[in-house]
């Protein structure tokens, strides 16, 4: 297993335009990009209006795609636009996206669960300069995972990326929150105190729904009711 600190290098090397198949390759894909024409693009669904696009193979049904995005904070819906595509003309494939905002510099690796009505995707996005030791933690769990099936494989990145988007989004609820609590705190408190005191009430809350979450509450399951 790679160290975190190798993990955090491929992916700052990844924010670079051409840095995408270094990190690819410690997923176990190949080394060799195939650009895609337009027409050949069409011909699996992929936005006309966008690209340019490379394919990577993996093993088996594995394929990434690596394309960068034109409209500058587009990213996500991006993203989620093209495993959409992906899930109606090549669901027969299991596709990773690596997808640079050619804007911000922002890049997203997601996996897509095409084989749906609905393509599920559950991705890590990492900003320049913003780096964080999960996200690192989260590539080292990634490349960590060997599997015989490539289905397996698959649905192990989902999973893995899909339990770090659920990370992301309660801690910016959180954030949120505690901002709005210290808003609610009375006046004549400073905004530093205010906000000191509205993460300890909020720190308080959250070991509270620990303990009544393991029953440690006298078994009284609804006790922050």
Request: net charge negative; hydrophobic share 50%.
């Amino acid at each position: 297993m790679q160290s975190l600190a190798a993990a955090a290098k491929l992916l700052e090397n990844a924010l670079e335009a051409t840095g995408a198949l270094a990190l690819l390759a410690d997923l176990g894909f190949a080394d060799t990009p195939l650009p895609l024409s337009g027409s050949e693009a069409e011909s699996i669904g992929l936005p006309h209006d966008g690209g340019p696009y490379a394919i990577v193979e993996g093993v088996g049904a594995l394929r990434a795609l690596i394309v960068g995005v034109k409209v500058p904070g587009a990213l996500r819906p991006e993203v989620a636009r093209i495993a959409s595509r992906l899930s109606t003309c090549a669901p027969h494939l299991l596709w990773t996206i690596v997808a640079r905002d050619d804007a911000t510099g922002e890049l997203a690796i997601a996996a897509c669960d095409t084989g749906k009505a609905r393509a599920h995707v559950a991705a890590l996005v990492v900003r320049p300069g913003h780096i964080a030791a999960s996200d690192a933690e989260t590539v080292c769990a990634l490349a960590a995972i060997r599997c015989e099936s490539d289905l397996l494989l698959h649905a192990r990145w989902l999973e893995i990326l899909g339990r770090e988007s659920v990370n992301r989004r309660f801690f910016r609820a959180l954030e949120a929150s505690i901002s709005c609590l210290a808003l609610d705190v009375t006046p004549t408190q400073g905004s530093e105190d205010a906000s000191e005191l509205a993460l300890l009430y909020a720190s308080r809350l959250l070991f509270l729904s620990f303990l009544e979450t393991k029953g440690w509450l006298d078994r009284d399951h609804g006790f922050l009711g």
